[in-house]
Every structure is written in structure tokens, then in C-alpha cells.
């Protein structure tokens, strides 16, 4: 016994590991690594560019989405505020309600909302919003603008068209703009409008274009860089190059061909090509656009006895679909080769230039159609509304999409100048965003269809230049 | 609309459940004799007692007439995780809910025969038990938000006194294993949504027990009277679970068209199968008796978790959900160092034991967040009743187990830090005549 009591301290040593402290408690989170500049300088971050750089999504430049574009991502992993209202340390021309977008005859209307699943897309619920910062007394961090080409970056050609007013407010080129904020840092994503314009409208440059394009889009660029470097000797900057016209839902969502009623076998659409000719198309070679739709849900492009596929009760009535619908095999190669030109005198330019570093866009975008990014168990792709990371445009990237490319900034700017700014995380951005309710009663769904938009109601609401 | 997931089970224990004298990484539990536990397991040549049935059959000619002993153990488990980039991503952190497990031990040893003996035992030699809290919010939902792994296994071996310096068993076993797994699955990304999804429904997936036999053998030398060595060995086994059952209920999200969908394309309720692995185990032990009352202990085991390359399910109405996780483990070593005092009326031991893991870094899961291990154990024993005919150990493991890194290499679930801690209360009282 009396060992036993001697024991008693061994017991007692036993119990209180049993009842342990430290090994016991939960795991202290992990922060981020902190974010340091390196070689870089984020003090104060100017964004230009397009649409993308914008914000723009689901066919409107709007408040709740121009939070969420890749720059307004960036500017918080670098310490900024960007706020819905506009007004945060990272400023932007924040638009209110549902935002500014133009339908195919340019009038005014608000972002695309999906109305009732699968496939009901129509502005005809979204209230046309304006401008809600025109007072900000400097100029806009985001200097984004849709539609802007490169050209536009230092010229005045288009200061009254579209968005600039919006941006520029009349008070210069968007490079003085960005110029008078003295910025430490500036991303300049410019080159889809050369490229992609073409392919939203259908067409193809003339042959003195596709070279003309390139070479005026080069100029730009290295005109750009020199002049930012003039007065900005210590300002790093971030080029883009541009995406593929194939790795967008907006290309590659139709399919160019259907099923015969009678054998049940594949038949192609009919459509008319750059020449202006028409005829049957080549699937696999041409492509049908998303504008297409509209067209469809009325029986053109369908061969007499083919099965509509976008609106079943409607037969196909065998005539063409127009050339703006149509992307044909020689108007993608045009626009690939393009593309192609712009995007190696990019990385040249960047090659040469130790304060130049350069996201490849063209690369990513193509990554994420063919596989997809994995979060977690949850995989996002490029497919048309069920996808993730493409709004209802089929054109311009969700919010989710704006993180992804967002972070191949991250990734390309800490590799170029040796800074550790933090990658975003998707979980804060994977929110629901388009969808609204159904449409109230029969009339509402009357007027709708009565537009003329059909059930995908696309081509009303697709702006030639975005 | 489909949904990404259908549902997957089975059990692979979780590592660091294990506790006791062996524990391997993966799913072992080697808590199998207060005694050898309390010298950290290192009991393969120095066991002494009834537990002699589990660690070396061989030892059973050595015990003296008839051995029954009762045995249990009650296991604390505590682990939580932090995430880093890129999935959950830096500043989350999950915790499981505090796991009790009470593995029993049941021996019977005896003689017949001039120099044989045997022995009959059930125990559990494999284990698991995962349970994350909110299991509706927790970041590893889909892989699993509860867990369990239960096996039992009897033993029947015979042990021959070659010479009385060596002898050698061998035994049978038959294992039986039940397993158990939740998940819940998420829908894709909502259609005109930047990227939301949404719980959608929950997948109960249980099995067992089924079972299968294995064997053991067991080789036990005394070259001198104060030095022993012994050779264990457990062969492995494959568990088939055939008649398993997969349940599906859904989850109503109050979007009318997104729960038809759903309800649509969930999985019917339906039969599920799959194997469980359960690795082969060599153990060499060496045990010293340096000074009067005193033994020293050491063993080396190691356990071929490399069995173990995926957890594989099939399901009987819909082939196509069939899924493989690819585990690929690695086999692993453990060492342990014990030591036993005998005093007048009582023993104290100790002992430390070195245990690696088993899953590479990419199998790091919330289902098997395994690592290395340190134990550190103290036991008591005393001698009871009037002819001292019972004996009673008591010990205690502190299992310290190394933070794991997932070093960002896991795919599609989480990356992060596992923190483990484990627990071991365990008693054994034997009695012998």
C-alpha cells in the first residue's frame, strides 16, 4: 500500500498529461506571408486597359462587379481599400443600381441577369443605373475603360464615345490621367478591343488591316512604356497579352452544327462568311457565337428538317445565319495571327525591359479551357453560366474569373520583381451575383419575348465594342 | 446540371487515433497490454504476461499455468488544422471534436502438453474515429465530416518450447472490420453565380463487418538469462465489404429549380463496396535485465502500410460514381525504448517510442491527417490478493504527434497543417492460477 501511495505522484504526472494544455489546444491560424514590395513600389497603383481592367461583366460596367475586377483585387492584396461607392484608396468610376450596358441598337440598359434556368438571360429586369462618383476630385485609380483600344491610351480620338466620359470626364487621355497620379505602379491591359472587337462583331479586318492593326497596337505599347518611363523612372509596369478568341464561352458555346429530325445524323449549320457568301459550315473549323442565338431561336442557320436546338418548337428554316453571328475559319486564323504578332512583340518588349513584367492572358485563358481550375472540390471552367469564371456575356470574366487572373498578376509580378504580395483567395469572391427572380407574371415574359431577345436574349443586350 | 460528387466511404483509420505500444501510422492501434504499454510498447521480446497472446505468441510457453486478463484502454484524440493556400486558404482553421475510443483486450492463456501452449485473444487492432465540427461549414466537407473504423480480431496460437531457451508460435486470426463515412456534397458553380455553391446533400456510406482470417508467427530466444530476443510477425489482410449501403438525402436550398435538379440527379440509395487493407506488421525485440529487478526494452517494427495504395468504391446501381482516392503509403518504422522496475509489491515503467508516418505528403487528408509520432509513457503494475494471484497495470501514453504539413501538394481538398495530439489511459488486471 505504501508504494502504492508513493506511486501517487507518477499518477498524478500521468493525469495531468492526460488533461494536457498546449498539445490539446487548436492549431494557431496561418496568416498570409506578409506582403513586401521587393524590387517594386505599390504605393499608389494606376490601372488602364479595357473592359477587363474595368470590371465590366454580364454586359454592364456596374458598381458591385467594378469591386471585384482584377486591378480592385490587386489594389486590396496591396493594401488598398476599394469600395462600392468608388471612393476607397483605390478609386474607380463606380456606376450604381444595375449599372450602364447598350443593347445591339446602343440603347441603354442594365446588366444581364439569368431569370429562370436553363438558359433565360434578359436585361428587361435590371434598372439602368449612372454614375455614382463623377465628383471624385482626382482622377480614377481605375482607369479602365470599355472598349478602349491601345491607341486610346494617349489619344483624344474617342474622348467623347462610350465609357470615357464616364472614366476621363473630359479632363484628358487616359495617360495624362494616370500620369498626374504619380503612380508607383501600373498594369495596362489593352489589345482585346484590336482583336476581340472583330470577333464579337462577326467580321474580319480587311488584309491591310491585319497588319496595320498589330503594328499601330506595337507602337502604342512601346510609346506607352517609354513615355510612362520618361516621367516615371522608378514605376513598374505590367503588360497583358491578349486571349485567344477560342478560349472565350462567347466563340465556343454553339455548336456549328445539329442533328437531322429524319436520320438523326449531324448536320452543319447554315451561314455566311466574310466573303459574304453562304453555306453549310465546317464544325470543328468555323464557330457560331453566342449572338447566334437570337437568330437560332428563330429558325435561321437550322436546315429544313433540322432540330432547333435553341428553340424546339421553332423548325429550322434553312436560311443563313448572318455574318456577324458567324466566325468563320479564316476570320478566327486572322484574328489568331493577330493576336499571335501583338503578343511576341510583348514578350520581346518585356525581354528587354527590366521594369516590364507581362501576364500572359493568352496563356491562362487557354489553360483554363482545357482544364479548368480545381478550388478545393469545386471545379470552375470556361462553359457558358454553369462555369464560374465567365459572366453572362460569355465575353468577360465573373468575379471569380477576375480572382484567377488576378492572381497570375500576383504570380507574375513577385517573379519580376521579387515581391511577396499575397495571392487572393477564391472563398472571399465565390459569391451569387446574376441571378434575379422570375419573371412576375405572363405579360412581363410577353414583353420579353416580344423584344425580340428570345429565350437568350444575347443579342440585345452585346454592344459591338464592350 | 450534375453534381460532382457520389458518394464515398470507407474508413481508413485515422493516425493518429492509435495509441498504445506499436502504434503504426495509418490505422494501427497496438494498445494491446497496460504492461508492454507502459514501457512504450517495447514488448516483443520482454512481454511477460497475458498481452504475450498479441505481442510474440512464442512468449506463452514461458507463462507460468493458466492466464485470464481483461484490458482497456480509453483513448483521447484532439486535432485541428490550419489552412494555407490554396484551398482553404490562410487565416481558417477546423477542429475535430474531441474523440473518446475504449479498445478492449480480452487473453486466455494455459498450457497442455509438456512444452506447449496457447492462447485465445480478441482485441482491436486497427482503428479509426474522424469528427469535424460543423459539419456543414467545415472546409474538408466533401472528403469527410465523420469517420469510424472499427475492427476486432481473434486470436488463436499455439506456442512450442523447442528448447527452453527458444521457442516458436504461430496463430490465426479473424478479423472483422465495420466502417462508416459522411460526407456532405456541394453543388457546381450556381449557373449566373461568380463561383457560389451550395450544400445540396449528405452521403452516408456504412459497411461491416465483414471479415477475413490472417495468421501470425512468433519466435522467442534467451541466449542468456538475462537477454532475450524475439521475433514477431502478423500477416496482412484484406477485408472485403460487399454488402455495404450508401444513403443520399438531400439538402433543400429553397431554390425550387436548383433542389429539382438536385433531386434528379442524386444517386439513389444503394449498395456499396469496398476493400479495407489491413498491412502486415514484423516486429524484433531485445530485452535486458541489467541489474536485479530491472528490464530494458527495445524493439523495432515495421509495418508494410505500402498495402495501402487507394481506397477504392463501387457502387452497385450506378457504376459511373465508382471513385478511387489514391493513398500510396509508404511503409513505416517504429521504435520504442522501454524500461520496467520491479520493486517488493509493485512495478513502474517507462518508456519512449519514435513512430513514422506513413501517408505521403500528398495523402495528407482530413480523413488521415497522419505524421510522426513521440510517445512517452509511464505504467505502474502491483500484485494483488492474498497469493498475489492478481496483477494490475495501469499506464499512461502522451502521444505527441509532429505538426504535418500538406506543403501545398494536396489536390482538390485541403492544404494546410494538421495539429494531433493522443491521449492513452489504459488498465489491464489479469489474474492467474
Known amino acids: 500500500m505504501k508504494t502504492m501511495f508513493r506511486m501517487l505522484p507518477i499518477l498524478a504526472v500521468a493525469a495531468l498529461l492526460a488533461g494536457c494544455q498546449g498539445p490539446c489546444q487548436k492549431i494557431d491560424r496561418i496568416s498570409a506571408p506578409a506582403l513586401t514590395a521587393g524590387g517594386a513600389d505599390f504605393t499608389t497603383y494606376v490601372a488602364a486597359g479595357t473592359s477587363i481592367s474595368a470590371g465590366y461583366q454580364s454586359g454592364a460596367l456596374v458598381d458591385r462587379h467594378q469591386i471585384y475586377s482584377f486591378p480592385a483585387i490587386f489594389a486590396r492584396q496591396i493594401g488598398k481599400t476599394v469600395l462600392l461607392n468608388g471612393q476607397g484608396t483605390f478609386s474607380e468610376p463606380t456606376i450604381d443600381k444595375d449599372g450602364i450596358g447598350t443593347d445591339a441598337l446602343g440603347n441603354p440598359v442594365g446588366i444581364m441577369k439569368l431569370v429562370a434556368l436553363p438558359d433565360s438571360i434578359t436585361t428587361a429586369f435590371s434598372v439602368l443605373g449612372a ?139 447554315i451561314g455566311t462568311g466574310s466573303s459574304g457568301s453562304s453555306g ?69 518588349i518585356t525581354l528587354r525591359t527590366p521594369y516590364v513584367a507581362l501576364v500572359d492572358l493568352h496563356g491562362l485563358l487557354a489553360d483554363v479551357k482545357a482544364n479548368g481550375v480545381w478550388y478545393g472540390a469545386t471545379h470552375y471552367t470556361s462553359d457558358f453560366i454553369a462555369g464560374g469564371l465567365f459572366s453572362l456575356d460569355g465575353v468577360h470574366p ?69 | 446540371m450534375r453534381l460532382h460528387r457520389t458518394v464515398l466511404a470507407a474508413a481508413v483509420a485515422v ?16 494498445e494491446q497490454g497496460a504492461a508492454v504499454l507502459g514501457m512504450a510498447g517495447a514488448g516483443t521480446a520482454s512481454v511477460h504476461d497475458a498481452s504475450a497472446e498479441f505481442y ?80 456543414d461549414t467545415f472546409t474538408g466537407r466533401t472528403h469527410v465530416t465523420k469517420g469510424l473504423l472499427r475492427t476486432i480480431n481473434g486470436n488463436f496460437s499455439m506456442a512450442y518450447a523447442v528448447r527452453p531457451n527458444l521457442s516458436l508460435g504461430l496463430g490465426v486470426d479473424a478479423l472483422f472490420a465495420g466502417v462508416e463515412l459522411n460526407q456532405v456534397m456541394i453543388s457546381p458553380p450556381l449557373p449566373g453565380s461568380s463561383g457560389a455553391t451550395v450544400n445540396v446533400a449528405r452521403a452516408h ?68 463496396a469496398t476493400t479495407l487493407n489491413f498491412p502486415s506488421v514484423l516486429s524484433l525485440g531485445a530485452a535486458w535485465d541489467p541489474l536485479p529487478g530491472w528490464t530494458w526494452a527495445l524493439d523495432v517494427t515495421r509495418t508494410k502500410w505500402s498495402a495501402f495504395k487507394s481506397l477504392d468504391f463501387r457502387f452497385q446501381k450506378t457504376p459511373a460514381a465508382d471513385t478511387s482516392y489514391v493513398e500510396d503509403y509508404e511503409d513505416s518504422w517504429r521504435i520504442s525504448v522501454g524500461a520496467e522496475h520491479r520493486l517488493a509489491n509493485s512495478t513502474y515503467r517507462f518508456g519512449y517510442y519514435y513512430d513514422g508516418a506513413a501517408a505521403p505528403t500528398q495523402s495528407v487528408s482530413p480523413l488521415l491527417p497522419d505524421a510522426n509520432r513521440h510517445g512517452v509513457t509511464l505504467g505502474l503494475g502491483w500484485k494483488l490478493g492474498a497469493k498475489k494471484a492478481w496483477n494490475l497495470d495501469v499506464y499512461n501514453l502522451a502521444l505527441f504527434v509532429e505538426n504535418r504539413s500538406t506543403d501545398g501538394k494536396v489536390q482538390r481538398s485541403l492544404n494546410g497543417i494538421y495539429k494531433s495530439y493522443v491521449n492513452a489511459t489504459g488498465a489491464s488486471l489479469a489474474y492467474h492460477w
Open chain 1, 131 to 269: 454614375p455614382n462618383n463623377l465628383a471624385w476630385p482626382h482622377p480614377y485609380s481605375n482607369l479602365g475603360v470599355p472598349g478602349a483600344l491601345m491607341s486610346d491610351f494617349a489619344g483624344l480620338a474617342n474622348a467623347g464615345a462610350g465609357y470615357f466620359p464616364a472614366v476621363a470626364r473630359g479632363q484628358g487621355s487616359i495617360r495624362n490621367l494616370l500620369l498626374a497620379q504619380a503612380p508607383t505602379f501600373v498594369t495596362l491591359e489593352y489589345g482585346a478591343n484590336e482583336v476581340l472587337g472583330y470577333a464579337t462583331a462577326g467580321t474580319m479586318p480587311s488584309v491591310a488591316l491585319r497588319t496595320l492593326i498589330p503594328a499601330m497596337y506595337v507602337d502604342s505599347v512601346k510609346s506607352a512604356v517609354r513615355t510612362l518611363h520618361a516621367q516615371l523612372p522608378n514605376t513598374k509596369i505590367v503588360l497583358f497579352t491578349i486571349p485567344d478568341v477560342t478560349s472565350i464561352p462567347f466563340a465556343t458555346t454553339l455548336p456549328a452544327a445539329t442533328v437531322s429530325l429524319t436520320t438523326g445524323l449531324a448536320v452543319p449549320l
Open chain 1, 280 to 348: 453549310p459550315l465546317t464544325p470543328g473549323k468555323d464557330l457560331v457565337t453566342l449572338k447566334a442565338a437570337y437568330f437560332l431561336n428563330q429558325g435561321y442557320g437550322i436546315p429544313v428538317g433540322g432540330y432547333n436546338f435553341i428553340n424546339p418548337a421553332v423548325p429550322g428554316n434553312g436560311l443563313p445565319l448572318p455574318n456577324a453571328v458567324v466566325l468563320g475559319d479564316d476570320e478566327k486564323s486572322a484574328l489568331q495571327t493577330m493576336a499571335a504578332t501583338m503578343n511576341d512583340s510583348l514578350v520581346a
Open chain 1, 398 to 466: 465573373s468575379d471569380m474569373g477576375h480572382v484567377v487572373i488576378c492572381n497570375a498578376l500576383v504570380d507574375a509580378v513577385n517573379a519580376r520583381f521579387g515581391s511577396t504580395v499575397p495571392r487572393a483567395n477564391p472563398a472571399d469572391y465565390a459569391h451569387l451575383t446574376s441571378f434575379s427572380a422570375r419573371p412576375t407574371g405572363p405579360a412581363t415574359r410577353a414583353a420579353m419575348l416580344h423584344a425580340g431577345r428570345g429565350d437568350l436574349g444575347l443579342a440585345g443586350a452585346f454592344p459591338q465594342r464592350y
Open chain 2, 15 to 30: 493516425a493518429t487515433l492509435a495509441p498504445a505500444a506499436a502504434l503504426a501510422a495509418g490505422y494501427g492501434i497496438y
Open chain 2, 56 to 135: 510474440n505468441p512464442a512468449v506463452l510457453t514461458r507463462l507460468e499455468g493458466r492466464n485470464f486478463q481483461l484490458g482497456g484502454t480509453w483513448l483521447s484524440t484532439h486535432v485541428s488544422f490550419a489552412g494555407t493556400e490554396p484551398y482553404p486558404g490562410y487565416g481558417v482553421t477546423e477542429s475535430m471534436k474531441t474523440g473518446n475510443f475504449f479498445p478492449p483486450t480480452v487473453y486466455w492463456t494455459n498450457h497442455f502438453a509438456k512444452k506447449w501452449a496457447y492462447g485465445l485473444g480478441v482485441n482491436a487492432p486497427f482503428g479509426l474515429g474522424v469528427d469535424w465540427e460543423n459539419p
Open chain 2, 205 to 272: 456510406l456504412e459497411g461491416g463487418y465483414a471479415s477475413n482470417y490472417g495468421w501470425n508467427a512468433g519466435a522467442l530466444w534467451m541466449p542468456k538469462p538475462d537477454w532475450k530476443f524475439g521475433l514477431a510477425y502478423r500477416a496482412p489482410i484484406d477485408v472485403d465489404i460487399n454488402d455495404g449501403t450508401a444513403k443520399f438525402t438531400q439538402i433543400r436550398t429553397g431554390n425550387t429549380a436548383l433542389d429539382s435538379i438536385v433531386a434528379l440527379s442524386l444517386p439513389h440509395d444503394q449498395g456499396v
